[in-house]
């Protein structure tokens, strides 16, 4: 499976984005997908998760209640609304995945497809 991170960009804090991790070559309702971020210097994080089944989901705790995972499998489409945006949220954000993995987990390892990334900037 092909992922296509888009939908990010430079925002003010406070505000809103919402990112799509589009999929083609499979069908994207049998994979697991997970958003993570990677700021400068730092290590990637998971940020957030959503199962194949969408029975499960997981959050960081940095962005719970401010970031919401969904997915369209009709529009083979994964997003993550992100609200109430901070300047610790700038990093460039990924979307990955891996084919029915039970559980939404937040371990990069896990996952072994990976979009290209999307830089959100949050300024203050």
């Known amino acids: 499976v092909q992922l296509q991170a888009s939908g990010g960009g430079l925002v003010q804090a406070g505000g809103s984005l919402r990112l799509s991790c589009a999929a083609s070559g499979r069908t994207f309702s049998d994979y697991t997908v997970g958003w993570f971020r990677q700021a400068p210097g730092k290590e990637r994080d998971n940020v957030a998760a959503?199962?194949?089944?969408?029975?499960?989901?997981r959050y960081a705790d940095s962005v719970k209640g401010r970031f919401t995972i969904s997915r369209d499998n009709a529009k083979n489409t994964v997003y993550l609304q992100m609200n109430s945006l901070k300047p610790e949220d700038t990093a460039v954000y990924y979307c990955a995945a891996r084919f029915r993995l039970t559980i939404a987990t937040s371990s990069p390892s896990t996952y072994n497809y990976w979009g290209q990334g999307t830089l959100v900037t949050v300024s203050s």
């Open positions: 959503i199962n194949w089944g969408s029975s499960s989901t």
